[in-house]
């Protein structure tokens, strides 16, 4: 079985230069932003209607993190014209952000989008989150049957740029407001003064302190 190609955290995000409901769009037009990537599997089926409402209604909070969202199935333009209108008829609900018309499948095959244990012809749900330098930061992949969180994405977009402008790292369901894990000592001699730095330490590895 030909392995699927999948992209790799922490490396430049694979390139695509591809038509979308708001004109052609690159990975260099996002540049100096973050950039958040999500594919459904299918324009007008109910659970990627319900995840492309929930990316609307958060769409400011995404924006004031200085991130643009990114849509993208396997289909044409105007299936995703005609599904935006219906959503905004039928919801109430405006989508705003473009959505990727990948009909040659060549960004979703990138991004390791096309699982064919899941579906040869469509895109998995799958999410990214790249840097203003392009760079890949986080990936999440659900199943067919299965909606993501998008409060859980936003959540993660927020702890990752906390742990950049504050050089620690985040626990288990970090929110603003709780504290953050220190890195670890890398020395003996470091571990030894740990608990003498002024962090909550449980252990010498594990320090915890309010930013």
Partial sequence: ????????LNEQAPDFDAPTTHGQKKLADYRGKWLVLFSHP?????????????????????????????GLSIDSVHSHIAWVLSIKEKFGVEIKFPIIADLNMKAASAYGMIQPGASDTAAVRATFIIDPEGVLRAMVYYPMNAGRSVDEIHRLLVALQTADENACAMPENWV???PVIVPAPK?????????????DTVDWYFSTRQL
Avoid at 187 to 199: D, F, H, I, L, V
């Fill in 187 to 199: 020395t003996p001699e470091a571990a030894e003064a740990r608990a003498s730095e002024g962090y």
């Fill in 176 to 178: 603003p407001g709780q």
């Fill in 1 to 8: 079985m030909t392995p699927i190609p999948m992209p790799r």
């Fill in 42 to 70: 299918s324009d007008f089926t109910p659970v990627c209607t319900t995840e492309f409402i929930g990316f609307a209604r958060r769409q400011d909070d995404f924006a004031a993190l200085d991130a643009e969202l990114l």
